[in-house]
């Protein structure tokens, strides 16, 4: 079992900025993909930003790049997503998560995948609300 909480989640305005940090705890798994997500009412979850545990290129939604950065904290066992330049269609309830399962093996430059269906492991959210 894992468990994830995510914090960080504010009311701003755009242009600002937020950090979200997601606490792992539980068991842990060899060279697996995690990552952040965000659904708005009525519509899917979708990928932000996933990346490799302990290293690896991150893989990051069109919508974000360049505006968003996903970075990972072996020793505190956090998973941080800094987001600058906010917009208002970034509103959405945040969520991270983890494969959960162990994978003997993958490249370094191994890319993730910013569907939902290979994780596991979720936390409970966290919001995010951006004023125009």
């Known amino acids: 079992q894992v468990h994830l909480v995510e914090s960080g989640g504010d009311s701003v305005q755009a242009g600002g900025s937020l950090r979200l940090t997601c606490v792992i705890s539980g068991d842990s798994y060899v060279n697996n993909c995690m990552g952040w997500f965000r659904q708005t009412p009525g519509k899917e979850r979708e990928g932000v930003a996933v990346?490799?545990?302990?290293?690896?290129?991150?893989v990051y939604a069109d919508s974000v790049k360049g505006r968003f950065t996903i970075s990972q904290d072996n020793a505190k066992n956090t998973l941080s997503l800094e987001m600058d330049s906010l917009l208002p269609e970034d509103t959405a309830m945040y969520y991270c998560?983890?494969?959960?399962?162990?994978?003997?093996?993958?490249?370094?430059?191994?890319?993730?995948?910013?569907?939902?269906?290979?994780?596991?492991?979720w936390g409970q959210g966290t919001q995010v609300t951006v004023s125009s």
């Open positions: 990346i490799l545990s302990g290293g690896g290129s991150p």
């Open positions: 998560a983890v494969e959960g399962v162990n994978i003997p093996f993958r490249y370094t430059d191994y890319r993730c995948h910013t569907s939902t269906t290979p994780y596991k492991y």
